[in-house]
């Protein structure tokens, strides 16, 4: 059996009982009438649960094409009954919204009624969705279809079921845990592995280590290695214990008097009291190998393990390593633990192992073999650089050095079977909805980057992430989630863009997720000519040319991702808006080179799209976006992503209060706002806000988001005339701000005014990060001069731009006692304050366009960076001045620089 079909077998098994199955099932069960109550319940909790059983035996892989085609039929028929509720929401909604409209003096408390006229009668076969209430005529009837492909269905699935369970069947083949008894002996060959090998010998015999440094009471500390299943954790912690000098003290410390027999134990008790003793006032070294994280903090038996290594000496150690990052923290509270991620040998390195273990220490220059080297090159680089990979195929490979079209059959066959079956044990330990999130990543291309951020609005969006308690936000999960699936090495860190962090999927993960993840996602990429398949429910197009008509057949597709277009004009957006009704993810990424003056006009057929969830326009630079109005009709949309247009154009009578699930508004930082957001209070990203004279664009709009998180800009604070108004933001209440940028722009109000509105936006106190830009008021605001009149606690970066009247105030340093960073650009300061020495986190001073400061007083011992620009020549110099008085002050500070 193919390890394929056995992943496909586990995936598809987990689906079935996941938790979003059973709470759609669960749903259903409540809203219909006994004859089909009883279909559904039967279905749920008798022949789900066996075939799941089957499946995940994988007893039945042998008739694998005829679960594909029931397992295809079942996705279908939930699937749509997913969207059958998700109208129905939509109907809801819009009633909702209606007797608002119609009738808002009147609040009788009156159930809805959701009627149609071509309803399809009273007959047994209708689906009640409240006592009061019956489905409209088309989603009855396709609810009905639904459910009598489910009813055909648990008859095959039935037929399927014993035959999986007849006594001729053969052995079971599933993905094992790969654990295997290891000793300190290490491979005859490692290569690439000397820098880690030397970098944990020196962390070995450092006495002076974070112990010492820290509160821990322990005698021992952990250095962790983690890292994918074949990937050499345990080969290199065997290197370690073989260093010449590392193996001889430790040899030294474990002698005892051979004639003395080993003495047998039958208590653990005494056994523990003895380890003690044999440990007391001694360095111990200890190596653990794949240790396991346990969910259950009463299960997780380490620190029993662990418990007699207290009586060592301090300085002895813990060697570990574990396929999840977290296993480490089940070693016990308190426990110091320094752990790194293993590297991924390099092509040069992986080669010289693949080749050692395929052709051992043969003669490089016979011509036979010189043949097979070529071959062997080719071979390596389809390992994906896994040692388990290069030990496994190289070893089939050096049984048959005579046979050269061995070594080619093998170049072209699908060589990680093996290696995959090693992580696939991995893999079943997730919950399932965490395996199905890790095999959506497959839409994106291999060694995409990936953030975290935008990955969980995505998997919310496409209802991947379901809670049991409705108070739980979706995206905290989904964070766990990504955190789960990184500490496990899933995915990892990749290199950061644009200052922010991001992650990708080893090769081998990747490989892996193909293979779970059937056809439910598939890429359209350069040169592909492969064809699309009619059941896909996720696509990527990696060029906007190559989103061919094809596309538009695909009528249950609910994501589409296209990169780089520049052929998404409104005729190719009118077709999708049409055609493909179910979408819930839509993304547009227009090429970046693609620059000028045009106009992108998005049709009012959008407003079709009652299924969408997340809508993402990443628009050419210069360009004009106009938005229509039945972008409101979008009433289950939660991410809205506008970027790079230089104006935005929608109807002035746009009420986005209709959008009331929207979480998340990101938008270029030209252009006006969106109106009427006072209504969205799930909103969580509002990155900017510009506030106009004109209703809906008051800044008590946002009294009531008190939800919103990350970083928030208000702008135009100009056209809020008092302390009151500015107060109706109520921006104390959004505690979940970390940064806020106010800005004022050249205006005709008083700096007795903007002094009053100023004092009246007093943020949330565990604000990290504050700019105020443009402000012409005389002095700061009492939140800013200190702790008892709330604002601030814990601000990290304090940047004050174009404060023309503000001069320095020693308070901002008794208030902000944690700065890391102080940024002064175009203001009166004449003087650093003398209690800047004692800001003990500060970091980095930048002062720009401030003439007036001449010299500096004694500077805190943590600064790091200083830069000036557009300063006083006279005070550049000499702060370059050797000996000179502001010299000397920044002797100590690391990096220096002084633009004119």
Avoid at 351 to 378: Q, V
Avoid at 445 to 474: C, M, Y
Wanted: aromatic share 8%; net charge neutral; proline share 4%.
């Amino acid at each position: 059996m193919s390890l394929p079909a056995v992943a496909w077998g586990i995936s598809v098994a987990g689906w079935i009982m996941s938790p979003i199955i059973s709470k759609l099932l669960d749903k259903l069960l409540s809203h219909c009438k006994s004859n089909k109550e009883e279909t559904l319940c039967h279905l749920l909790t008798d022949v789900l649960p066996r075939l799941t059983l089957t499946l995940e035996a994988a007893e039945a892989i042998n008739h694998s094409k005829l679960f594909e085609d029931m397992v295809r039929g079942l996705k279908s028929a939930f699937y749509d009954m997913e969207d059958i509720l998700d109208e129905l929401e939509y109907i809801r909604h819009q009633k909702m919204l209606d007797a608002q409209n119609n009738s808002k003096s009147k609040k009788k408390k009156k159930r809805l009624k959701i009627t149609s006229d071509d309803e399809a009668g009273s007959s047994n076969q209708d689906i009640c969705i409240e006592p009061s209430s019956a489905l409209t005529g088309p989603l009855n009837a396709r609810l009905k279809d639904s459910m009598a492909k489910i009813e055909d269905l648990i008859t095959k699935a039935r037929g399927i079921i014993t035959l999986a369970e007849s006594p001729s069947k053969g052995k079971t083949v599933t993905a094992k845990n790969m654990h295997t008894r290891t000793t300190s002996a290490p491979v005859e060959l490692v290569t690439g592995r000397d820098e880690d090998r030397d970098r944990i010998t020196r962390m070995l015999r450092d006495t002076e280590d974070v112990n010492s440094r820290s509160n821990n009471n322990k005698c021992f500390s952990v250095i962790g290695i983690y890292g994918i299943s074949g990937s050499g954790k345990t080969t290199l912690a065997q290197y370690v214990c073989n260093v010449g000098d590392i193996f001889k003290e430790m040899y030294e410390a474990a002698s005892v008097d051979k004639k003395k027999a080993c003495p047998e134990y039958n208590s653990l008790d005494v056994l523990e009291k003895e380890l003690e003793k044999k440990l007391k006032d001694k360095r111990f070294l200890l190596v653990l190998d794949d240790i396991w994280c346990n969910k259950d903090v009463g299960q997780q038996q380490l620190p029993k393990l662990l418990s007699p290594m207290k009586a060592g000496k301090r300085g002895s150690k813990i060697l570990a390593t574990s396929r999840n990052k977290d296993a480490f923290s089940d070693l016990g509270p308190g426990v110091a633990c320094n752990v790194f991620p293993i590297r991924d040998l390099d092509d040069q390195a992986f080669l010289e192992l693949f080749m050692y273990y395929a052709l051992g220490s043969t003669n490089p220059d016979d011509s036979g073999e010189m043949e097979l080297r070529s071959i062997g090159a080719e071979i390596s680089q389809k390992l994906k650089r896994s040692p388990l990979a290069a030990r496994t195929v190289g070893g089939q490979l050096r049984k048959k050095q005579s046979n050269v079209e061995f070594w080619k059959i093998t170049r072209d066959r699908d060589l990680l079977d093996e290696t995959i079956g090693a992580l696939l044990w991995s893999y079943q330990q997730l919950d399932e909805q965490i395996r199905r999130c890790f095999s959506y990543i497959i839409i994106f291309p291999r060694r995409h980057s990936l953030d975290r951020n935008e990955l969980v609005k995505l998997w919310v969006a496409e209802g991947f992430i379901q809670t049991a308690n409705p108070e739980e936000d979706p995206e905290v999960v989904g964070q766990c989630y990504f955190d789960e699936l990184l500490a496990t090495s899933f995915m990892q860190p990749g290199e950061s863009k644009w200052g922010d962090p991001c992650y990708l999927v080893h090769d081998l993960m990747y490989d892996l997720a193909e293979k779970v993840a059937g056809n439910d996602c598939f890429r359209i990429e350069n040169g592909q000519r492969r064809q699309v398949p009619r059941d896909v429910r996720h696509l990527f197009v990696a060029k906007g040319q190559m989103a061919t008509k094809e596309i538009f057949e695909l009528k249950n597709l609910r994501t589409l991702i296209i990169h780089d277009t520049k052929s998404a004009n409104d005729v190719f957006l009118q077709k999708v808006f049409k055609k493909l009704l179910k979408l819930r993810v839509l993304v547009v990424d227009y090429e970046y080179e693609n620059r000028g003056n045009g106009t992108i006009k998005i049709p009012e057929s959008i407003g079709r799209l009652k299924h969408l969830r997340h809508l993402s326009l990443i628009v050419p630079t210069n360009s004009k976006l106009i938005l229509p109005g039945t972008l409101t009709n979008l009433y289950h949309l939660q991410a809205l992503i506008l970027k790079c247009y230089d104006e935005l154009e929608f109807p002035s009578d746009i009420d986005m209060s209709k959008l009331s699930n929207l979480r998340h508004i990101s938008m270029s930082n030209f252009g006006k706002t969106l109106p009427n957001i006072a209504r969205l209070t799930s909103l969580q990203t509002l990155e900017r806000f510009e506030i106009r004279i004109e209703h809906g664009h008051e800044i008590k709009q946002m009294r009531d988001l008190n939800k919103l998180q990350g970083n928030l800009l208000i702008r135009d604070l100009g056209n809020v005339k008092s302390k009151n108004e500015a107060q109706e933001a109520n921006l104390a209440a959004k505690t979940r701000l970390t940064g806020l940028e106010l800005v004022w722009f050249d205006g005709t109000t008083s700096p007795e005014v903007e002094a009053e509105v100023l004092e009246g936006l007093c943020p949330p106190g565990g604000l990290k990060s504050l700019a105020i830009s443009g402000y012409k008021g005389l002095g700061y605001p009492s939140w800013m001069m200190g702790v008892q009149n709330g604002g601030p606690e814990y601000l990290n970066t304090l940047l004050l731009d174009k404060c023309y009247q503000l001069g320095p105030a020693p308070k901002l340093f008794d208030c902000f006692i944690h700065l890391r960073e102080l940024i002064i650009w175009d203001c009166c300061w004449d003087y650093l304050p003398d209690n800047v020495k004692d800001l003990r986190c500060l970091k980095t001073i930048w002062f720009s366009s401030c003439p007036n400061i001449k010299s500096l007083p004694e500077l805190p011992l943590s600064l790091e960076d200083f830069k000036t620009s557009r300063c006083d020549r006279g005070f550049t110099e000499s702060c370059q001045q050797v000996d000179h008085p502001n010299w000397q002050k920044l002797q100590h500070v690391k990096k220096c620089r002084f633009i004119p």
